[in-house]
């Protein structure tokens, strides 16, 4: 059972585990964050979609590994036009690393999430990045503290939401850029009429995120009718030529 008191899918139990148990870091992090909403706004007003390119080697959901460098994967789709990366550092399901993302964002100027389970505040202090993200079924109740705490170290939280009562408590939290993931973390289903769903819900000035399940450019079509300030896409830029895929989905 999690924090709502619903089942999970096992791969997400295992991923629940063995988030709770990986150390924090030592040193509270200071980031100097580049700033999203400013990087999303640069890509509207060059008449582009708005996309999160997400380097993701592997996960429960996909067939195989990706075991080129990730830093040149990165690259690919900052050429393509990605607006910020998400980088999976869990490293257990998903074969990401704290390592990946120090070079990635060395290497780009973009900004970039951390994607990981974050489930305490130390391991806030793991490594830096500009974004990072918070899901609220998992953090239950420490989510307004955890959003204080990453904004206390200068990064930019993006509190990820599947369910009204989610985005009501990330809205209570303070959060100003809001995933609506589209993957049910519960079964691991993708709805695209979740973000059709919730968006409405959310106040104009909070920046939304469609998260998960977007393949083609018509689905990208989709989101940006439903509300979506930027698109969130892991597996669909990662199968094949990510430059090409990253070109296809910003246009
Ligand atoms: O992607 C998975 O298989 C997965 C399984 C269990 C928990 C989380 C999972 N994904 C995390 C994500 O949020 C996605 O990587 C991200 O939204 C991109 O989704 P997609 O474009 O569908 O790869």
Not at 103 to 122: C, G, H, Q, Y
């Amino acid at each position: 059972m999690n924090a709502s008191g619903d089942e999970l899918a096992p791969d997400v139990r295992a991923i629940l585990e063995s988030a709770r148990e990986r150390p924090g870091g030592e040193t509270r992090v200071s980031v100097d964050a580049r700033s999203f909403p400013e990087a999303v706004a640069e890509t509207e007003a060059a008449g582009r979609v708005p996309v999160i390119a997400e380097v993701k080697p592997t996960s429960p959901t996909t067939a195989g590994v990706r075991e080129d460098d990730p830093v040149e994967l990165a690259r690919e789709m900052v050429a393509g036009g990605a607006t910020a990366l998400s980088v999976l550092t869990e490293p257990e399901h998903f074969g990401g690393s704290t390592e990946s993302l120090q070079r990635i964002r060395e290497a780009v100027d973009v900004p970039v999430l951390r994607k990981d389970f974050i489930m305490n505040e130390a391991q806030l202090d793991v490594v830096e990045s500009d974004l990072v993200l918070l899901i609220a079924r998992f953090v239950g109740e420490d989510l307004p503290d955890l959003v204080e705490a990453a904004r206390d170290r200068g990064f930019q939280p993006l509190v990820e939401v599947h369910t009204r009562e989610e985005l009501t408590a990330a809205l209570a939290a303070g959060a100003d850029i809001v995933g609506i993931n589209n993957r049910d973390l519960g079964r691991l289903e993708v709805d695209l009429g979740t973000f059709e769903e919730l968006a409405p819900e959310a106040p104009e000035d909070v920046l939304l995120v469609a998260e998960s399940g977007v393949k083609t450019v018509e689905d990208a079509r989709r989101m940006r009718e439903a509300g979506a300030d930027a698109l969130l896409v892991g597996t669909a830029i990662m199968d094949g030529d990510v430059r090409q895929n990253t070109e296809t989905l910003t246009q």
